[in-house]
């Protein structure tokens, strides 16, 4: 299995609603990633949890909450959001070249997601 | 600083080779790596290329680098329609913290 597994795909929601995205891999990789990626842009990098501990948060506005609850699993908590979050928010996983990887990053397909 | 230049745009011929450049300031990075974007996806990982070489063949694919000069390039021979994507050269600056290029944009014309 060489997938990592984002939902959902597409989501709307209003500036008050609290919403979840979430990620899954079952590739044993123990740093997992959330990007963002705005139209014709490369991705931003947001959190990186390593070892389920959060060890990269690139000034992220805390309506963004992320949380990893084991080395599987990784959520987005999404609360009052604004239109200009709006955005393609990728998920990706890596295994340390250290421990005989390649450290690329396996991005799953994306949650679009729609402000209004 | 952490710079990652890339050409924008490329439009070539079915059939053709495609030649994709990159360039960067600073990479202690022991593998760069090209990734494709078709519309709606996410990326996808198409090759890398480990520090200590100068070209890497896969299929359809050679990648150079030229690390005096900080130059990355991915060849893609007897270019399809189905190649057309956006192209991200990437690498991992100091662990856990990949940096992409802006992305060239591959259009190829029938």
């Known amino acids: 299995d060489t997938e990592v597994t984002q939902t959902p795909k597409h989501l709307v929601m209003g500036m008050t609603n609290k919403k979840s995205l979430k990620c899954e891999q079952h590739?044993?990789?123990?740093?997992m990633y959330w990007y963002k990626q705005k139209a014709k842009k490369p991705p931003e990098l947001m959190f990186v949890?390593?070892?389920?501990?959060?060890?990269i948060n690139e000034s992220v506005p805390s309506r963004f909450s992320p949380e990893c609850p084991n080395s599987s699993l990784l959520n987005l908590h999404l609360h009052a959001l604004q239109p200009e979050d709006s955005a393609l928010y990728l998920c990706?996983?890596?295994?340390?070249?250290?421990?005989?990887?390649?450290?690329?990053?396996?991005f799953g397909e994306g949650s679009r997601l729609t402000v209004l | 600083g952490e710079d990652v230049e890339q050409s924008l745009f490329l439009s070539v011929r079915e059939g053709d080779s495609s030649v994709i450049n990159c360039t960067y300031t600073?990479?202690?990075?022991?593998?760069l790596y090209w990734y494709k974007q078709e519309p709606g996806a996410g990326l996808q990982l198409l090759t890398y290329?480990?520090?200590?070489?100068d070209m890497k063949q896969d299929q359809r694919l050679t990648v150079l680098l030229n690390k005096k000069d900080k130059h990355l390039s991915l060849r893609i021979a007897d270019t399809q329609t189905g190649d057309s994507a956006i192209y991200f050269c990437a690498y991992d600056n100091y662990g856990q913290n990949f940096v992409f290029g802006p992305g060239t944009r591959l259009s190829v014309l029938p």
């Open positions: 290329i480990f520090s200590n070489m």
């Open positions: 590739m044993g990789h123990r740093a």
């Open positions: 600073d990479s202690s990075s022991t593998y």
């Open positions: 990706a996983s890596s295994q340390d070249i250290g421990r005989g990887g390649t450290g690329e990053l396996f």
């Open positions: 949890y390593s070892y389920e501990k959060l060890s």
